[in-house]
């Protein structure tokens, strides 16, 4: 009964409640080592503004998660996503399914852009994944939180595939 009594009292005198995660299981500002330690494993590579990790996953997507830091404090990190598809429309739709996995965790993207540098496939959604691997087509995203902006990103090159990379990025904290 006593326990329940201060469970109680801390949650409504508000015992410094801990932020929400800003990705994965950490916080904005984390040090690099804190980072490290949450991840349990060795970086595949680390730099003095970066720690880069192979054969991680965002939901069912492979990806290598890329984190970076200012002054040692986490500020951003990308999941640039690793599996490489037969078929280019494969590519597009596991954006379509990365859009709807962000949109059920943050609501609906605030900026959803669509650049066409050639409309050759414009008005043939069964082809987007061609228009993307020929430059012809890019796409991106945009989520908010209080303090995180989330952008999807996908683009091509015939010669060099599809990319698609998730950036989360800690909002600036100067209110001017």
């Known amino acids: 009964m006593l326990l329940v009594l201060l469970s109680l009292f801390f949650q409504l005198t508000g015992n410094n409640p801990q932020p929400e995660n800003d990705l994965r299981s950490l916080h904005w500002g984390m040090s690099s080592k804190e980072v490290q330690a949450v991840e349990q494993t060795a970086p595949f590579r680390i730099t003095d503004t970066t720690l880069l990790y192979r054969q991680r996953w965002f939901y069912n997507f492979p990806a290598s998660v890329k984190f970076a830091f200012v002054n040692d404090q986490l500020a951003g990190a990308l999941y640039i996503f690793t599996d490489r598809h037969v078929r280019a429309q494969q590519h597009w739709d596991e954006y379509q399914t990365l859009v709807k996995t962000l949109s059920d965790r943050y609501g609906p993207p605030s900026g959803d852009y669509w650049s066409w540098n050639y409309p050759l496939y414009k008005d043939r959604p069964e082809r987007y994944g061609d228009a993307v691997l020929l ?11 209080a303090r995180t902006v989330v952008t ?13 990379v998730i950036s989360y ?8």
Request: charged residues 40%; without cysteine; positive net charge.
């Open 135 to 145: 430059s012809h087509l890019s796409r991106s995203s945009i989520w908010e939180t």
């Open 169 to 176: 990025a800690k909002k600036n904290d100067d209110k001017k």
């Open 152 to 164: 999807l990103e996908m683009s091509g090159k015939p010669k060099e595939g599809i990319y698609t």
